[in-house]
């Protein structure tokens, strides 16, 4: 007689584990920075490595406080202390990496329960606390190939031209310069080639899944072309501005912060476009990325609670008679 071990569900396994899949996006951002280094020089090299060792050293330091098993293998306090870093200005003080590190991992991830927990992005969180706190030097942007120290060298981002927040007579860069990165922005948003490189590695890993990418940018793309006045040309010019599709690709498809349903991912990608279109056109403030994701996180709980299949074998709710 042959006897087997019943065991609880789940039954289905993935040779998938926490560090696997956050080592690939780390691999697929390192064109990304690869790219920053190249326009913005070894200095911003810097910035990346004292985000990500901040990060690394707070969720050791806040786990051992708190008599927890030390995750910081797992390559999650990495993967957000590199995305911190990519959306800092390559201008940015090492100060300001340091708190906003401290910020995402203590603040936005810990105190919610640590990784699975958080509801919103960490360091998009993060990103939106320093620029409140710091708004000068967080929206000081340096060209390609200046010294970051110098204030001359400072620039207005392309968003800012096409929404004429700067003078009369800014040139816009060509489409070129913005699809290779070689414009002022933060370190890791401007170079759209680099990005789709590594965003291409995640889907060709199934890390990510298309839904909330394409419907995002489809999204921003549809109603830009329709409620701006730069027609369709502006509308693709302005996919590759800003940080749509870092935040596209590897922000708004965080595991922990967006829906786990398709039907609810594609949401969450309309979600996402409306509010950065929105923003883009009528917002006092050129970007709206950032903002879109942290507020279709806040909703992610939602999105879920009706989105989510019925479990088989629910019995239908009563309905009286009238």
């Known amino acids: 007689m042959n006897l087997f071990t019943v065991s609880s ?11 696997r899949i956050m080592l690939d996006v780390v691999i697929a951002l390192i064109p990304a920075g690869i790219a920053s280094v190249y326009f913005y020089g070894v200095g911003v090299l810097w910035i990346m490595l ?41 201008g940015a003080p ?23 927990h958080n509801f919103m992005n960490p360091a ?4 939106a ?24 060298t400072t620039s207005a ?23 290779l990165g070689n414009i002022g922005g933060t370190i890791g948003e401007v170079s759209s080639i680099a990005l789709l490189i590594g965003a291409a590695y995640l889907l060709a890993r199934k890390v990510i899944g298309w839904r909330i990418p394409l419907t995002y940018i489809a999204t921003t793309f549809v109603l830009t072309a329709l409620l701006g006045e730069d027609g369709l040309y502006g509308a693709f010019y302005q996919i590759f501005l800003g940080g749509l599709i870092l935040g596209a690709f590897y922000m708004a498809t965080d595991y922990s912060t967006s829906p786990v349903t398709p039907k609810g991912q594609i949401i969450m990608g309309i979600g996402c476009g409306v509010l950065t ?46």
């Open 9 to 19: 569900s789940p039954h289905i396994r993935s040779k998938e584990s926490t560090s």
């Open 157 to 179: 981002t392309p968003l800012a031209i096409l929404k004429g927040t700067e003078a009369v007579g800014a040139q816009l860069p060509s489409f070129m310069d913005v699809f």
């Open 277 to 322: 279109a929105i923003i883009r056109i009528y917002g006092g403030y050129p970007e709206g990325v950032s903002y879109s994701i942290l507020l279709m996180n806040v909703v992610t709980p939602l999105i879920d609670k009706y989105t989510m299949p019925k479990r088989f074998g629910e019995v239908k709710a009563h309905v009286r008679n009238r």
């Open 129 to 152: 606390i320093l620029l409140a706190a710091w708004p000068v030097r967080m929206t000081s942007w340096v060209l390609p190939g200046a010294d970051a120290a110098t204030s001359a």
């Open 50 to 90: 004292v985000s990500i060792g901040s990060a690394v050293l707070t969720e050791y330091l806040l786990q051992k406080f708190m008599k927890k098993p030390v995750t910081i293998d797992d390559f999650s306090a990495v993967v957000t202390g590199l995305l911190l870093a990519y959306n800092l200005p390559s």
């Open 124 to 127: 998009l969180a993060a990103r």
């Open 94 to 116: 090492w100060w300001l990496a340091v708190i906003g590190s401290v910020v995402a991992i203590a603040l936005v991830k810990h105190v919610f329960g640590g990784l699975g």
